[in-house]
Structures are given as structure tokens and as C-alpha cells.
């Protein structure tokens, strides 16, 4: 279900690391509790965040949730997909349904994001 | 948290349960959006038996109603049901709910929000005291279902001997459904056609189950509360807390249709009728966001710069495809067309008021 090559925040955001670079999005368990995504408000590239900030905004029908940044770093692409088809966060979250790219201000950030098996544990403890 | 009895038969079919109004109750099983397109186009089955039942009783039932409500209780015969409100005598709202006639002029079942029931319980208690009238909070009792959308009645008609060709909108009858005694009454939230239907049974999953198996195969779907809101936003269909309350008079909210001020004393009348004379400050409109970005409730509402007021119920409409909402402007700013502007987040977003209901159905 989650990739292993992920790493995970606990407020449900995934990274997909490749070099000095980032793909962001959220994890199949958060847009299962969004519901139908109806609008993605993206943020410019550019922008600069540091880790635990807002990056973007997620609205399904019923709720709004903030993107946080897990980790520090500058926006360097958005899924401009999503502008028209924000449902592709529901279709794939993992894949197609990916929101940014970020280049990274410090790798070693990485180390207190959780891999796959930690997520999947983390989640457990939620559902109880 | 109280469960319904059909709280079993919703985690069989996956729903996301939610807390709302003390109450443990489906918010959606397959998804919100698909939920909501199939109550407009095929067909929905809700439960919906948290909602409030309340009898009044007694040679002055319809006497008590009348004085606590502003429609016209008197012209409802038995099989008939109208619309209407608990009103303070300041006119403004206690609860919305449906008046059930049930014999006349002494049987009258009120139909009244989950989260309500227990202080319009009170309301009525304290406010009839003086009448001969026997009230009786039956909401643990009853179960309620409702079937809605354009194949409601092709769906329940085989379940039931009541012959529902025959049953007008905003009427009842008795019968059984799938074997089990029901009220059945042509009502709903949805905007669309359907019925809902009242039992006492301590198995109304029978009848839950014989409409999902004869409905399935047509395109009906179970469906949760974020549908029921979405649907009833997109019908403009008042809730409570978001569109009326203790601090909105029924007037202000558009509904002077259910105001009969020839029927005699009402609670609320006098405050009504003077702010009918003196003219409204401001009413329940419709609006539109035609910027990007969704209104929500208590988004902050300006007009030339200056905050008036905040959003109350707001939405994206699945079936519009439209961001919606509803929202007391000053009388002056109502006409359909005037702009406004509401705070999204960091954003000033641009807003239209707009004709309601956003969704009509289309008439056969």
C-alpha cells in the first residue's frame, strides 16, 4: 500500500527523495479521510518554507487541510494537473496525485520522517 | 454516543461514522461526490433516525400547535404534514420541523432536529403547560429512513402495499414496507422526490436491506450526512445553526410563506409583525463564489471593505459544480447580482448573490 522508497510525516504528507530533490504529496489514509478533493490552492514556485509550515491547501467537499512542509526547502514545480483534476489526489495518491516538488535545504531533515513500516504502525495506533 | 439500530448494518457497508448531534452516524460509504450524483439522478437511501419525534396529545393538541407554531396547523387533515417552526416570541427560531397530522384536533406528531429534540422537548413542555395536551418525546422509539431521488417510488412501490402513485408530496400514509409497520410520508431533504419512512419496529434493517437489494441493481446507494448537507444546501433547504437559529427570525430567513398571521396568536407574531411593518434589515440570500476557492461556514463576508457579517452554510455543490453558500446581507445589498467579497484564508474572494434554490428538480 504505502512505497518503501517514501518517507512519511505524521500529519500524512509522503516525500519521494531523488538526489537533492523532493516530490510531496499526501498519503492514501489522508485523502481517504478528506473525501472527493475538489480544489488544490498551490503555492508559487519559489516559495521558500521551513519544515512544519504550510505549503498548499487541499479542499474536498466537506473539509480544508493544510499541506505541511515536512522538512525545509524551495518549491520547484507544481502538478499543475491538479489545477483541473484535483480528484487525482484521490485516483493516485502516491503517484499521479502528487502536489510539488521541493528542493531540499538540508537532507538530514530526512532522518525524523518515519519509512514505510513506521507509518503503517503509526496509523494503526490511530484507528484504536 | 447514541447509536441508531441500524448502526450495524452501516459498518457492514463500510461508512465513515461520525459524532454528530450525540449520535454515531454515517458520513459517507462510498464517497460524498458519487453519493450525492446518484440521489439526483437515480436514487439514495438515508438513515436518518436520529432526528426528534415528539407527540402532542390531547382535546388541545392542535390548539398547543397552532400557538407554537406560525403555518396553519388548522388546515393539515389526518395523512397531511406542513412544514413549519418552533418560534420564541421574538419571531426568531427554536428549531425547524414537520407537523404530522394525525387526528384532528387532538394527534400531532412533530418531526424536529437531533440536535434540538431535547430542548424543543423542553420548549413545548414548558410553553404547553397550561394546555390540555399530553407531550411525549418518542424519539428513541422511532427509526427513520428516507428514500430519495427520481427512482424512489419505482424502488419502495413493490415493498409496500400503500399504493405511493397516489401519495401527494408532503403527505402520509400507513402501511407496512418489506412486512414491517410503517409511516410512510412523500418528504424529504434532498430537493429531490422521495419519501421517508417511520417506524417503531426494533428490526427496521429489514426494511433497510430490502430497499438496498431492490435498489442496487436501479443505481441506489446507501448515503451518509455529508451528502444529505450538500443536497439540501444545493435545494436550499434550511439547518439549523448554520441558516437559522435563536438570533434569525423566520422572516429574515425568506420564510414568510410559512407565517399565516390570520390564524390567530402565535408565538412570535407581534415581534413578526412589526418587523414586517418596520421593513427587514437584512435576509437569507444565495450566493455564488466566482473566484476560485470554497466559502465555508463563518468565512468572514465584507461589503466595500467593511466585515458585515460571516458565511452560513457554505459548500461546493457536487451536482451544481459550484462553490454555494447562504448568508444574511443588509436588505439594501440582496438584489440577485450584487457582489460581495469573502475572506478565504489570505484571499479576498469575489461572490455573487444568485437566484435559490441553486437545484430545481425538473417536474415530470
Excluded at chain 1, 527523495?17 to 516530490?23: F, I, L, Q, T
Excluded at chain 1, 519559489?46 to 524551495?74: F, N, R
Excluded at chain 2, 453519493?35 to 438513515?47: C, I, M, N, Q
Excluded at chain 2, 390564524?263 to 437584512?282: C, I, N, P, V, Y
Aim: hydrophobic share 40%.
Amino acid at each position: 500500500m504505502y512505497p518503501e522508497n517514501f518517507y512519511y510525516s505524521q500529519d500524512h504528507e509522503w516525500l519521494k527523495v531523488e538526489g537533492e530533490e523532493a516530490v510531496l504529496g499526501i498519503t492514501d489514509f489522508a485523502q481517504k479521510q478528506l473525501g472527493d478533493i475538489i480544489y488544490v490552492d498551490l503555492p508559487a514556485v519559489g516559495k521558500t518554507v521551513e519544515a512544519h509550515q504550510t505549503l498548499a491547501t487541499v479542499e474536498s467537499v466537506k473539509s480544508v487541510s493544510d499541506v505541511y512542509s515536512p522538512v525545509a526547502g524551495e518549491v520547484i514545480e507544481v502538478n499543475q494537473q491538479l489545477i483541473q483534476t484535483p480528484e487525482l489526489i484521490n485516483r493516485d495518491p502516491h503517484g499521479q496525485g502528487w502536489i510539488l516538488k521541493l528542493r531540499l535545504k538540508d537532507k538530514s531533515e530526512l532522518n525524523s520522517l518515519m519509512k514505510a513500516a513506521d507509518y503503517e504502525k503509526f496509523l494503526e495506533g490511530l484507528e484504536h | 454516543m447514541k447509536k441508531t439500530r441500524l448502526n450495524q448494518v452501516h459498518r457492514e457497508a463500510g461508512a465513515r461514522l461520525i459524532e454528530f448531534a450525540g449520535w454515531e452516524m454515517p458520513v459517507e460509504y462510498r464517497g460524498l461526490i458519487e453519493e450525492h450524483l446518484a440521489v439526483r439522478t437515480k436514487a439514495g437511501l438515508f438513515d436518518v433516525s436520529h432526528m426528534g419525534e415528539i407527540i402532542v396529545e390531547g382535546p388541545e393538541a392542535l390548539v398547543l400547535v397552532q400557538y407554537l407554531t406560525p403555518n396553519d396547523a388548522g388546515k393539515l387533515l389526518p395523512g397531511q404534514i406542513q412544514y413549519s417552526a418552533l418560534t420564541t416570541p421574538q419571531g426568531t427560531f427554536v428549531d425547524d420541523l414537520l407537523v404530522y397530522c394525525l387526528s384532528v384536533p387532538d394527534k400531532y406528531l412533530l418531526v424536529v432536529n437531533a440536535a434540538n429534540t431535547d430542548k424543543d422537548f423542553a420548549w413545548i413542555k414548558e410553553k404547553g403547560a397550561g394546555f390540555k395536551a399530553r407531550v411525549t418525546n418518542e424519539s428513541d422509539r422511532y427509526s427513520q429512513l428516507a428514500l430519495q431521488g427520481p427512482l424512489a417510488q419505482e424502488i419502495l412501490q413493490p415493498l409496500t402495499e400503500i399504493d405511493l402513485s397516489q401519495m401527494k408530496a408532503f403527505n402520509y400514509a400507513y402501511g407496512q414496507v418489506a412486512g414491517i409497520d410503517s409511516l410512510v410520508s412523500r418528504t424529504g431533504y434532498t430537493g429531490e422526490d422521495g419519501f421517508e419512512i417511520y417506524t417503531v419496529s426494533e428490526t427496521p434493517e429489514v426494511i433497510w436491506k430490502a430497499i438496498v437489494d431492490r435498489g442496487e441493481p436501479l443505481g441506489l446507494q446507501p448515503v451518509g450526512l455529508g451528502a444529505r448537507d450538500t443536497l439540501r444546501l444545493e435545494a436550499k433547504l434550511m439547518l439549523y445553526g448554520n441558516d437559522i437559529s435563536d438570533k434569525t427570525t423566520v422572516l429574515e430567513a425568506d420564510l414568510k410563506w410559512i407565517v399565516k398571521f390570520q390564524k390567530g396568536d402565535f408565538l412570535g407574531k407581534a415581534a413578526l409583525e412589526q418587523q414586517l411593518a418596520e421593513g427587514l434589515k437584512r435576509k437569507l440570500v444565495g450566493f455564488e463564489v466566482i473566484d476560485k476557492g470554497i466559502a465555508r461556514p463563518h468565512y468572514p463576508v465584507y461589503i466595500s471593505g467593511q466585515k458585515v457579517t460571516e458565511v452560513c452554510s457554505g459548500s461546493y455543490g457536487p451536482y451544481v459544480k459550484k462553490a454555494i453558500g447562504l448568508v444574511y446581507l443588509p436588505s439594501e445589498a440582496t438584489a440577485i447580482g450584487t457582489e460581495f467579497e469573502i475572506g478565504i484564508r489570505d484571499k479576498m474572494a469575489k461572490a455573487r448573490v444568485v437566484p435559490t434554490p441553486f437545484y430545481k428538480r425538473e417536474k415530470k
